[in-house]
C-alpha cells in the first residue's frame, strides 16, 4: 500500500490537512523518520506554539483587565469630583444662608485671645516716641550736660585720698574673724555658746564700723559712703549666712557621731572646693580660705558647701556681659546728669514752698526718669553684672531673678526680682522664724521690717541725714500687699505693681536726694 496525500481547499479561511497512511507500525515508521532528518517531532513544536498562545491570550485578558480597572477608577474618581463639587455648592448656599457663629471678642478675657504682640509694639514705639521728645527737650532747655570727668568727683574729694577703697580692704578683717571662729568650733576649743556670742560680735561690728567711718570721715563722699555700705551688707548677710550653714553641719555630725577625720590644713582640701575637677567637700574639710573667698565673691548670699559649678567659662558669653556692664555704667551716668539733676534742682523750690499742685507735677516728672534708671540699673546688675561674676567663677546657678514683670501681687514682686536676698531671707529668717511658731503674717512683716531696715541704713547713713522716708517706703508695702491680694487679681493686680514701682519707693528716694540738695546747697540754683 502506498502513501496517499489529500489536500482539501474550501472557500474562507485556507485549511490544510495533510493525511499519512503507513503500512504496518505506523507511529513506529513516522518516529524513524523525523530521527533520520534529526528533527523534532511535530507534537512538541505545537505544544511550544500553543503556550505561545496561550501567553498572548493572557496578555491581551490582562490588558483587557487593566484597562477595565482604569475604566472603572476613571469613573470612581467623575463620581467622587462630582460629589466634592456638590458638596462645595452646597457649603457656598450654606455659607451664603448663615454667617454667625458663637464666639467672643478678642480683648474681651473669655475669647482666650492671648497673642497682643502687635499692641505691646505700640507701647514700645509710643514709649520711646514720648522719651524721645522729652530727651530733645532736655536738650534744647540746658544744653549737654554729660561730663565723664565730674562721675570721679562722686567717688573721690581727694585725688590722694581713697576713704571709701581703704573701708573696704578693711572689711577682709571680718571675713577671716568668721572662718577662724568657725575653725576652733569645728575642732571644739571653744563652745557653741562662745562661738555665736564671738559671730554676733563680728556681724555688729560689721555693720557699726564702716557707718561709723562714713559718718565721721569728711572726704566721704555720698557715693563712696553708699558703695562701701552696700559692700559691708552684703559682707553681713553672706557671713551670717556663712555661720548659719556650718552650724546645720555641726549639728548632723554630732547626730551622726562621727569623728574629724581630716586636719583643717590638709593640701587635698585646700584645693577640692576651687579646683577644675571641683571635687566634693564635707564639713569640716570647707574651712578654708580658698573656700571662704569663692564664696565671698560669688553671687550669692546663702553658703553651702558644694555649689552647681559651670563645665568652662565662655569667652563670648563673657564679653558680651562685660560690653553690657561697660556701656550701661555710661548710659546710667548720663542720664542721671542730662535728665535727673537738672529737674530735682527745678523742683527744690516748689517743696520749698509747698506748692502742693507743683510739688505733685515735679514728683511725676521725676517718676518717669527714675523708673528708667532704675530699670536699666536692674538689667546692668542682675542680669550683666552678676552673669559675668558667675561666668568668671563658674558659678551654676543663674537665677537671679524671675518673672516679676508679671507679678499681680505685691508679695510675687518681691519674692522674684531678686533671688539672692529672697533665698536669704526665706532660708535664715522667714523659715526659722515659722518654726518656732511665728505667725506666718507675723514672719513676712518682720521680714519686710529687716528689708526697710537695710534700705535705711543704705540711704540715710551715706546722705548723712535722717528722715525715714525709704522706712516707711518699704513698711508701706505691708498694707499694700494685703489690699492689691485681696481685692485686685489679674491685670489689675499687675498694674497696681506697676504703679507702686513708678511713684513709690523710687519717688521716696527722689526726696532724699532732694532733701540732701536742700540741705547742703541752701535752696534753689
Not at 530727651?135 to 562722686?154: A, H, M, R, T
Not at 563670648?316 to 546710667?332: A, V
Not at 532660708?427 to 518682720?446: D, E, I, S
Amino acid at each position: 500500500m502506498s502513501d496517499t496525500a489529500e489536500i482539501t481547499t474550501t472557500t474562507g479561511p485556507v485549511t490544510r490537512k495533510r493525511r499519512t497512511t503507513v503500512a504496518g507500525n505506523g507511529k513506529q515508521a513516522n518516529g524513524a523518520k523525523w530521527q533520520e532528518a534529526g528533527e523534532k517531532p511535530p507534537q512538541r513544536a505545537a505544544k511550544g506554539k500553543m503556550e505561545q498562545v496561550s501567553k498572548r491570550t493572557s496578555h491581551n485578558n490582562n490588558g483587557k483587565l487593566d484597562r477595565s480597572m482604569e475604566t472603572i477608577g476613571q469613573h470612581h474618581q467623575h463620581f467622587s469630583d462630582s460629589s466634592k463639587k456638590e458638596k462645595s455648592v452646597v457649603e457656598d448656599i450654606n455659607e451664603k444662608l448663615s454667617c454667625h457663629t458663637l464666639q467672643e471678642s478678642l480683648l474681651s478675657s473669655a475669647s482666650g485671645y492671648s497673642n497682643y504682640r502687635g499692641i505691646l509694639n505700640w507701647c514700645v514705639v509710643m514709649l520711646v516716641l514720648s522719651n524721645a521728645r522729652l530727651f530733645l527737650e532736655n536738650i534744647i532747655k540746658y544744653g549737654i550736660l554729660v561730663d565723664p570727668i565730674q562721675v570721679v568727683s562722686l567717688f573721690l574729694k581727694d585725688p590722694y585720698s581713697w576713704p571709701s577703697a581703704c573701708l573696704i580692704i578693711v572689711s577682709n578683717v571680718f571675713i577671716l574673724a568668721a572662718l577662724y571662729i568657725e575653725r576652733r568650733l569645728a575642732v571644739g576649743t571653744i563652745s557653741d555658746t562662745t562661738g555665736r556670742i564671738l559671730h554676733m560680735f563680728n556681724l555688729t561690728a560689721l555693720l557699726v564700723f564702716p557707718s561709723s567711718t562714713v559718718l565721721t570721715l569728711t572726704s566721704m563722699t555720698p557715693v563712696g559712703g553708699v558703695l562701701s555700705l552696700a559692700i559691708y551688707t552684703i559682707l553681713f548677710l553672706k557671713l551670717y549666712s556663712y555661720q548659719d550653714t556650718n552650724r546645720w553641719n555641726r549639728e548632723i555630725r554630732l547626730a551622726k557621731a562621727k569623728r574629724l577625720t581630716r586636719s583643717h590644713s590638709c593640701p587635698s582640701v585646700a584645693q577640692s572646693n576651687g579646683s577644675a575637677v571641683h571635687s566634693i567637700v564635707s564639713y569640716p574639710g570647707n574651712l578654708t580660705h580658698r573656700d571662704m573667698y569663692y564664696f565671698v565673691f560669688a553671687p550669692t548670699l546663702c553658703y553651702q558647701l558644694n555649689f552647681p559649678r559651670s563645665p568652662r567659662i565662655r569667652k563670648r558669653f563673657l564679653l558680651r556681659r562685660l560690653f553690657e556692664m561697660l556701656f550701661l555704667m555710661q548710659l546710667l551716668v548720663g542720664l542721671i546728669q542730662q535728665w535727673v539733676v537738672p529737674t530735682v534742682q527745678n523742683s527744690m523750690k516748689p517743696f520749698k514752698e509747698m506748692d502742693f499742685s507743683r510739688m505733685v507735677e515735679r514728683l511725676l516728672k521725676l517718676a518717669v526718669p527714675n523708673h528708667l534708671i532704675w530699670l536699666i540699673f536692674f538689667y546692668w546688675f542682675f542680669h550683666s553684672t552678676l552673669n559675668f561674676v558667675a561666668e568668671l567663677l563658674q558659678f551654676g546657678d543663674r537665677e537671679f531673678y524671675r518673672d516679676w514683670w508679671n507679678s499681680e501681687t505685691v508679695t510675687y514682686f518681691w519674692a522674684n526680682w531678686n533671688i539672692p536676698v529672697h533665698k536669704w531671707c526665706l532660708r535664715h529668717f522667714y523659715k526659722p522664724m515659722l518654726k518656732k511658731g511665728v505667725n506666718k503674717f507675723l514672719a513676712q512683716t518682720a521680714v519686710f521690717l529687716v528689708s526697710a531696715f537695710f534700705h535705711e541704713y543704705l540711704v540715710s547713713i551715706p546722705l548723712k541725714m535722717f528722715r525715714l522716708w525709704a522706712f516707711m517706703g518699704m513698711m508701706f508695702q505691708v498694707p499694700l500687699a494685703w489690699f492689691v491680694g485681696r481685692y485686685l487679681n489679674g491685670i489689675y493686680g499687675n498694674a497696681a505693681v506697676w504703679m507702686s514701682l513708678i511713684i513709690g519707693q523710687p519717688v521716696a528716694v527722689l526726696m532724699y536726694v532732694h532733701d540732701y540738695y536742700v540741705t547742703h546747697y541752701g535752696g534753689p540754683t
